[in-house]
């Protein structure tokens, strides 16, 4: 016992909530999924980490029904905000690319080799994050609806 660090929990929690459309006024009640992790230091013990997972699962709920698809006009709120850190994350996977190339042909390759490692290493790792943000984006959007239930009342 006393050489465990921590105690995760994962809690899933059916919750119901009202979504509203922004772009037709639409709204709807609905039963949503959700699933939240927590984890606390053993010490704070088992009823820490239950609660963290249920308050996670509980926001889990709320951030799913944001991004639901508008069950009337098929209008997904809050695209930005779900689609934006995906963005970023392409971006500084790119710039960091292109500095960790810059830095390492500086030091392993010499001017001659510089150049051509300096151009193809970021290009694969940009096709490689282009092939990638997509399909984990469109994952998590079937993911997300497939978590909703809505309710005709
Ligand atoms: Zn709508």
Known sequence: ???????????TVKDRGTFSCPRCRHWQRAEVMGVGIGVSTHLAGDGTARERAR???SRDVRRTL???TCP???HRSGHAAFVLPYVLASFAATAGAIVFAFVVARVKHGEDGAAAFQLYFPL???A???VVTPASLLHRWRHNDARIRWLDF
């Open 1 to 11: 016992m006393f050489g465990q660090a921590g105690v995760q929990t994962v809690a």
């Open 72 to 74: 009337r006009c098929k």
């Open 55 to 57: 308050e996670n699962a």
């Open 66 to 68: 944001r991004f639901a």
């Open 128 to 130: 490689l994050t282009v």
């Open 124 to 126: 694969a790792v940009a």
